[in-house]
T-cell receptor, first 113, second 118 residues
Framework: ELKVEQNPLFLSMQEGKNYTIYCNYSTTSDRLYWYRQDPGKSLESLFVLLSNGAVKQEGRLMASLDTKARLSTLHITAAVHDLSATYFCAVAPRVTSGSRLTFGEGTQLTVNP | GAVVSQHPSRVICKSGTSVKIECRSLDFQATTMFWYRQFPKQSLMLMATSNEGSKATYEQGVEKDKFLINHASLTLSTLTVTSAHPEDSSFYIC??????????????FGPGTRLTVL
């Protein structure tokens, strides 16, 4: 059974600071996704990482993937209040069945002024 | 492109009634649709996977007779919560995957349906 663990689950940080959210998964994976969820809303797709060493950046967020370590990171640079949300990683296993995703527990990020 | 809609966005019903939630892919054909539920402050839990024209595959612990899923066309899947009870109150999110954009099998998520059972 594929397991996905995020760390930390709760993160409170000040504006302007940097931090990293970690996503570990237990078995070989084809694809790793990062999503953002605002309270009461559905998921917003942030990144999809398809290969070892993949790095993607959008604004203050940068995601990377190390398939050998089964680890993905979401790095936040110079955080701003608008980044406050819950961030989920999700993994699709190598042997897919209709691209079934397994989600991490989510990291609730609060950026304080 | 790759827009998924859900209807209704919010529903309040009495205990014992049935509620139908629709999930539509608006600009692509969804070969597979997924239904998730999410309790407050928790992650998404996959309930079932449905492929157009065939029976849904339910995850362990999900009652197929209570959560009826129909995927009658490549753009529409429905989830019916039968004889709803307060413990069924949750946020239900669908997603769809197909040949949208440049990535086959990428899931596109609907906006969610908030179900409250009184």
């Amino acid at each position: 059974e594929l397991k996905v663990e995020q760390n930390p689950l709760f993160l409170s940080m000040q504006e302007g600071k940097n931090y990293t959210i970690y996503c570990n998964y237990s078995t070989t994976s084809d694809r790793l996704y990062w999503y953002r969820q605002d309270p009461g809303k559905s998921l917003e797709s942030l990144f999809v990482l398809l290969s070892n060493g993949a790095v993607k950046q959008e604004g203050r967020l940068m995601a990377s993937l190390d398939t050998k370590a089964r680890l993905s990171t979401l790095h936040i640079t110079a955080a701003v209040h608008d980044l406050s949300a819950t961030y989920f990683c999700a993994v699709a296993p190598r042997v897919t069945s209709g691209s079934r995703l397994t989600f991490g527990e989510g990291t609730q990020l609060t950026v304080n002024p | 492109g790759a827009v998924v809609s859900q209807h209704p966005s919010r529903v309040i019903c009495k205990s014992g009634t049935s509620v139908k939630i629709e999930c539509r892919s608006l600009d692509f054909q969804a070969t597979t649709m997924f239904w998730y539920r999410q309790f407050p402050k928790q992650s998404l839990m996959l309930m079932a996977t449905s492929n157009e024209g065939s029976k849904a595959t339910y995850e362990q612990g999900v009652e197929k007779d209570k959560f009826l899923i129909n995927h009658a066309s490549l753009t529409l899947s429905t989830l019916t919560v039968t004889s709803a009870h307060p413990e069924d109150s949750s946020f239900y999110i669908c997603s769809a995957s197909g040949l949208a954009g440049s990535l086959t099998d990428t899931q596109y998520f609907g906006p969610g349906t908030r179900l409250t059972v009184l």
